[in-house]
């Protein structure tokens, strides 16, 4: 397996923004249209679930490894596992009946789940994209118009980077909305990967930093 890099980041801390940037999400609501495309899908994946059960989301979920590995742990629960990219959703491993996979962007699914009235038992965000530039920060989640949306579905949050500023931040974000939330330093063996990405970071000698918090 290759070696994988951190993020690497001109950024040394909390972004000076970031603060700003959470208060404006939360105090107003997000106006992009959704793509066309994006409520058929959704509806069609919400079809697919069993009424009676708690769902547990995998956002990101990449090519799903971690979606099936949720839906063994979790038998009880509907997992459903959603990513943009067509390439890696493709390339899914075997799936228990309790999985289901979606192709979406997050943006629009999560406003579409909320306005369904989901509340979820879980919800993981494992290693998103961790857009290091700080230019870039709206690209990350918890600084992103969508932040609101998001924490709207309640449930046991876990976040997990290899990038700590993105750990750092999004507890903070978390506690402007106000939740408690801490980052911790997992200490992982390749077995406890959670994620394929995840794995490969452990092999790499990465830290890892987890963020969890109850959003109900
Ligand atoms: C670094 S990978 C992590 C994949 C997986 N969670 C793991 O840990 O192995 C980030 C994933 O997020 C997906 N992603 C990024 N932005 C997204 C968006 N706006 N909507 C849906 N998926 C997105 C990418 O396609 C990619 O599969």
């Given at each position: 397996?290759?070696?994988?890099?951190?993020?690497?980041?001109s950024?040394?801390g909390i972004?000076?923004?970031?603060?700003?940037?959470?208060?404006?999400?939360?105090?107003s609501?997000?106006?992009?249209?959704?793509?066309?495309y994006?409520?058929?899908a959704?509806?069609?994946?919400?079809?697919r679930?069993?009424?009676?059960?708690?769902?547990?989301?995998?956002?990101?979920?990449?090519?799903?490894?971690?979606?099936?590995r949720?839906?063994?742990a979790?038998?009880?629960?509907?997992?459903?596992?959603?990513?943009?990219?067509?390439?890696?959703l493709r390339?899914?491993p075997?799936?228990?009946?309790?999985a289901?996979l979606?192709?979406?962007?997050?943006?629009?699914f999560?406003?579409?789940?909320r306005?369904?009235?989901?509340r979820?038992?879980?919800?993981?965000?494992?290693?998103p994209?961790p857009?290091?530039k700080?230019?870039q920060l709206?690209?990350?989640?918890?600084?992103?118009?969508?932040?609101?949306?998001?924490?709207?579905?309640?449930?046991?949050?876990e976040?997990?980077?290899?990038?700590?500023?993105?750990?750092?931040?999004?507890?903070?974000?978390?506690?402007?909305a106000?939740?408690s939330a801490?980052?911790?330093?997992?200490?992982l063996?390749?077995?406890?990967?959670?994620?394929l990405f995840?794995?490969?970071?452990?092999?790499?000698?990465?830290?890892?930093?987890?963020?969890?918090?109850?959003?109900?």
């Open positions: 397996m290759n070696k994988s890099s951190v993020p690497v980041s950024q040394v972004h000076p923004r970031l603060v700003e940037t959470v208060q404006r999400h939360l105090g609501t997000w106006q992009r249209p959704l793509r066309a994006s409520p058929p959704f509806a069609r994946l919400a079809g679930l069993r009424v009676d059960r708690r769902i547990i989301l995998d956002s990101g979920c990449g090519t799903g490894w971690s979606t099936a949720l839906a063994v979790h038998p009880d629960c509907e997992i459903v596992g959603v990513d943009q990219s067509p390439a890696r390339r899914h075997p799936l228990p009946p309790n289901h979606a192709r979406a962007d997050l943006a629009d999560w406003r579409l789940a306005a369904a009235g989901w979820l038992a879980r919800h993981y965000l494992l290693h994209n857009w290091p700080p230019g709206q690209r990350r989640w918890h600084a992103h118009p969508v932040w609101p949306d998001l924490l709207a579905l309640g449930g046991e949050l976040l997990r980077s290899n990038f700590e500023i993105y750990a750092r931040e999004f507890a903070l974000a978390l506690q402007l106000g939740f801490d980052v911790e330093l997992l200490s063996n390749a077995e406890d990967a959670a994620s995840e794995r490969k970071y452990i092999a790499s000698g990465h830290r890892i930093f987890r963020v969890r918090a109850c959003l109900d």
